[in-house]
């Protein structure tokens, strides 16, 4: 195998060079000098993602397992760009100080493993990517060893994530039994030619709920708004965008190969899931007086609206679900990450959404992205939200699915009250307490930048970017 063998994975090598080249910095190092860290874990996922983008492949698989293609160069890209903006509000949050080279080196294999989910061709390899990504964020969320939230919350993910792997690896095991093929589009495609039908279909729900735990779908939902919440800000940022991108990523690519026996099954379970997964986040976030619980629930409402374009994805509605996708990270991310640029005096980040009174006075530039950022969750104009709800209701009506749109519009409208509390608690009250600027550097203020003219940019001219996802097949 010679170097040029290696090319269509390069962006891959970068990043498993760079998490070893971190940890080999912590250990030989007497000291462990966090800027160091930071910008050897920056350069890594900035080389990456250049290599991504300006490398031409010679092939669009490599060895017929990972996707080198459009598609997964798509994502590899919107995963380092997630990453690098999680690092930005990373360099001086206050509850990750004396974090040394583990954080920054897990976070690195937590975007090699998105990488390998969203571009696994192969069984294994989709396996293999979705246990990285599950063991970085194990022990990333419970970095703060001296937190009790943050361990109570890495210990209900683990058991929760070690079923779900064990489902996995399950349902795959079944389907090489039954196809006697590892490579996805052979094996779904063989499905309806197997020799037990209801063991295969038992395989695949087993999958769906691997799947169902990290997008956090009902009625596999109950680990996030504690996850979510313990975990550091930063932490969560990337768990709630980079994660679930990657996981839908795959999951959009096990639908568009699934046979249309395959497909006839499966499409009233995502009917029923989507419903169920939108109201449920929608109403429960109503009652919530934490914000990060309450961002927890609106993801889970996220989650339902694209799960909810996924049953139209088999009649050209990719576009539109991953568009959505797009937007819901990079606004998520935009949240999470203007809350880990705030504290109260004696250091503890903002929860309750009391702490937030007053916060369009006292601090202008977070109030006005976090402000933004929940426009666009609600899916108002002229966020990038707005659009995203848009053509995905659109790509649902368009193929006669009246009710799941009818049952996603009140879901919507309930959640713009949940929302709206966060917006008077902003600018229509005054503030109990006195809340310092933590985080608020360059590093967070390049991150708060990019965020807030995305979110324009594609509420105002989505054209360019509906476009560019239009050009990748998975």
């Not at 934490?290 to 049953?311: D, E, F, H, N, T």
């Amino acid at each position: 195998m010679t170097l040029l063998t290696l090319k269509p994975i390069l962006f891959h090598l970068i990043l498993a060079g760079g998490g070893i080249i971190i940890f080999g910095a912590g250990v030989i190092g007497k000291t462990r000098s966090k800027n160091l860290l930071f910008f050897i874990s920056t350069g890594t996922v900035i080389a990456a993602a250049l290599v991504e983008l300006l490398i031409n492949k010679d092939s669009a698989h490599f060895l017929m397992m990972l996707d080198t293609g459009d598609y997964a160069r798509f994502f590899n890209v919107m995963f380092a760009l997630l990453t690098f903006l999680s690092l930005l509000f990373t360099h001086q949050y206050e509850g990750l100080r004396k974090a040394g080279d583990e954080f920054y080196g897990l976070m690195i294999f937590a975007l090699l493993g998105m990488s390998l989910v969203a571009g696994a061709v192969n069984w294994i390899i989709f396996f293999l990517g979705f246990e990285i990504l599950s063991l970085s964020f194990y022990v990333l969320i419970a970095i703060r060893r001296d937190d009790p939230y943050g361990n109570e919350a890495a210990l209900k993910y683990i058991i929760m994530g070690m079923i779900a792997g064990g489902f996995l690896a399950f349902g795959i095991a079944m389907i090489y039994a039954s196809t006697g093929s590892l490579d996805m589009a052979v094996s779904l495609a063989g499905l309806e030619k197997s020799w037990d039908s209801p063991v295969m279909l038992l395989s695949l729900c087993l999958i769906l709920a691997a799947v169902g735990f990290k997008i956090s779908m009902v009625p596999f939902h109950l680990w996030t708004p504690d996850v979510y919440q313990g975990a550091p800000t930063p932490v969560t940022a990337l768990l709630t965008t980079g994660s679930k991108l990657a996981v839908f990523a795959g999951f959009i690519r096990i639908m568009m190969h699934a046979s249309d026996w395959l497909w006839g099954f499966s499409l009233p379970i995502l009917w029923a899931v989507a419903a169920a997964t939108m109201l449920t986040g929608s109403i429960t976030a109503l009652s919530q007086t934490s914000i990060k619980r309450l961002l927890a629930y609106s993801s889970i409402a996220q989650m339902g609206y694209v799960l909810m374009g996924m049953a139209a994805i088999k009649n050209d509605a990719g576009e539109a679900v991953i568009f959505y996708l797009v937007v819901y990270a990079i606004t998520d991310i935009g949240a999470f990450g203007t809350i880990a640029t705030l504290c109260t005096k004696t250091g503890k980040t903002l929860d309750d959404l009391n702490d937030f009174k007053g916060l369009g006075y006292s601090h202008p530039w977070q109030a006005a992205l976090l402000t933004l950022c929940i426009l666009s969750l609600a899916g108002l104009p002229p966020t990038a939200g707005f659009i995203g709800k848009f053509i995905v209701f659109r790509a649902v009506l368009e193929v006669q699915h009246t009710g799941l749109a009818i049952l996603g519009i009140a879901a919507a409208l309930l959640s713009i009250f949940a929302y709206l509390k966060v917006i008077i608690a902003i600018f229509m009250k005054s503030a109990d307490k006195i809340i310092v600027t933590s985080g608020l550097g360059t590093a967070a203020m390049t991150a708060f930048t990019v965020i807030f003219v995305a979110l324009l940019l594609f509420g105002i001219c989505p054209s360019t970017i509906v476009a560019l996802i239009g050009t990748i097949n998975p």
